[in-house]
């Protein structure tokens, strides 16, 4: 029988838990919203700051700090504990937020969305952590089910929250609300969170941190610039090909001799890791490539407004929600989660294919319903993969394992992210080039396709569509990858128990 969802069987009482459930989704949202609080709000900020073909940066820069900032965080809170690790997480957060309302120029927001990555990819990773601290694998689906939907649940406030905001505010309100929030979250934390001293005398692996960093940029750097501006074989882009295989290569050899690794390299002997983290970065390429074009799309193609344009993501963030839920409590109740992301993998699949064929005539409805089977699609794959790898990995590395999970989906973001953003960068380049008479198809604006001659309009709508339509399709075949890694994930047995936080061993006992 499975316990009730508020009850912890090693007799920790119920309201603890409940207060410390609600400080992991205070954290949550507050890092959450950091992520996607931009994307309707892009078109007016570049608009401001930039042109059309910097759009993708402001959300690059953010996922690939992110991506950096999960492992470190993740490993400091298994050797420092979560509540210390986590407000300063808050605090790296809320000085990006203010850096980015600050800017004056759109590589100034790119810093700040930097910053502000770094404290909110830890805030993620830790906040999920500390779930696995107090509760046992076998209950822990649902709780991570559920987090999946808060998760969710911001990602569908934050388009709406941001484009109600430019729409009615100065865009840099988008960041300065941060700062109540991260007050509110930090004062729960210090209240609720116990202070637990350190596992043993901390080791922190800078070299490790530091070539982690730079693989992570140098990678991100070739998906963005290779092919427009900079052609692949160009002896530019060779020499970032020897810098990046020299980084990878190095943190590797860090790695094999750190003392406490950043990213320790035997969990990669684990099948369900490394099963997990596959899947998640296909599945982070395929999210944050539809979060960034969509409402995209719909502004500049179909002449919404920044709010209503919001709107389109709505159904995505429903079926996430939905579909994280469902699957967390049906791990709880059956102790299974191998098929789970099978199907849904295939789902996301012929979504991205549907949304492939977008055109300025495609109905609404339509985009609608591509996008919520593309949440659907998403949803169970996050909850699953944290949980299966938390259930594979030793207890003592359940921190640095969680982070993982966040720091893979966000690589295949971030590269992801950069990618498309170059095909499509291409793309105008070709569909458009000679239709503006010389004028720069990338620096294209809302604001200046709305006021061309109709004619010129349909035109350009129609170019940017099929500028797009590689962009999905990409997405569609990197989701029937997915499908047939998950495949290989292992069923292994979800414990009643609370794993020991300094045990070498994970915690797979048979439930009784």
Not at 49 to 72: C, E, F, N, R, S
Not at 451 to 459: F, G, K, V
Request: charge should be positive.
């Amino acid at each position: 029988m499975s316990q009730d969802l508020h009850t912890h069987p090693d007799g920790v009482d119920r309201a603890k838990l409940k207060l410390t459930f609600v400080a992991v989704v205070s954290v949550l949202l507050l890092a959450s919203l950091g992520q996607t609080v931009v994307t309707t709000a892009l078109p007016i900020i570049v608009g401001e700051l930039g042109g059309l073909d910097q759009i993708t940066w402001v959300i690059t820069a953010y996922l690939m700090a992110a991506t950096v900032g999960a492992p470190v965080f993740g490993k400091l809170g298994d050797l420092y504990g979560r509540k210390r690790v986590l407000q300063i997480g808050i605090g790296v957060f809320l000085l990006g937020s203010l850096l980015s309302a600050s800017a004056g120029s759109i590589w100034t927001l790119v810093l700040g969305r930097f910053v502000q990555g770094l404290g909110g990819g830890g805030l993620i990773v830790v906040s999920m952590a500390t779930v696995a601290d107090v509760v046992p694998p076998r209950q822990r689906g649902r709780y991570q089910g559920f987090l999946g939907g808060v998760f969710g649940f911001s990602t569908v406030i934050g388009p709406l929250a941001g484009g109600f905001i430019v729409q009615h505010f100065h865009w840099s309100w988008m960041f300065l609300l941060n700062v109540p929030l991260g007050l509110v979250a930090f004062t729960i934390l210090a209240i609720v969170l116990e202070s637990l001293p350190p596992r043993r005398k901390p080791v922190i692996d800078y070299a490790g941190a530091g070539l982690l960093a730079a693989t992570l940029s140098l990678a991100v750097i070739i998906a963005s610039i290779g092919g427009n501006p900079v052609p692949w074989t160009s002896p530019v882009m060779l020499a970032l090909y020897a810098a990046l295989a020299v980084a990878l290569g190095a943190f590797i050899t860090a790695e094999y001799r750190a003392k406490e690794p950043v990213l320790p390299l035997q969990l990669f002997r684990i099948n369900n890791f490394v099963v997990s983290n596959t899947v998640g970065t296909i599945i982070g390429v395929a999210m944050f490539g539809t979060i960034t074009f969509v409402p995209m799309f719909m502004q500049v193609v179909k002449g919404l407004s920044p709010a209503q344009s919001g709107l389109f993501i709505f159904p995505m963030m429903l079926g996430m929600i939905t579909a994280s839920t469902l699957s967390g409590i049906f791990m709880s109740r059956t102790g299974r989660y191998r098929i789970l992301p099978v199907f849904s993998t295939l789902l996301l699949a012929v979504a991205m294919g549907a949304l492939s064929t977008l055109s300025p005539s495609t109905p609404n409805w339509l985009i609608v319903v591509c996008v919520m089977a593309a949440g659907i699609g998403i949803g169970p794959v996050m909850g699953v993969g944290v949980t299966a790898i938390q259930n594979s990995v030793p207890g003592n590395m359940v921190g640095v394992g969680t982070a993982s999970a966040n720091m893979f989906r966000l690589i295949g973001g971030s590269l992801g992210t950069a990618l498309f953003g170059a095909i499509f960068s291409h793309g105008l380049t070709r569909e458009l080039g000679s239709a503006l008479g010389g004028a720069n198809p990338r620096a294209l604006t809302a604001q200046a396709i709305s006021a061309m001659d109709p004619d010129l309009q349909a035109q350009v709508g129609l170019g940017i569509a099929h500028a797009l339509q590689p962009v999905f399709l990409i997405g569609a075949v990197m989701a029937c990858l997915a499908c047939l890694v998950a495949l290989l994930m292992v069923e292994l047995p979800l414990s009643d128990r609370v794993p020991d936080r300094n045990s070498n061993e994970p915690a797979t006992v048979p439930a009784e």
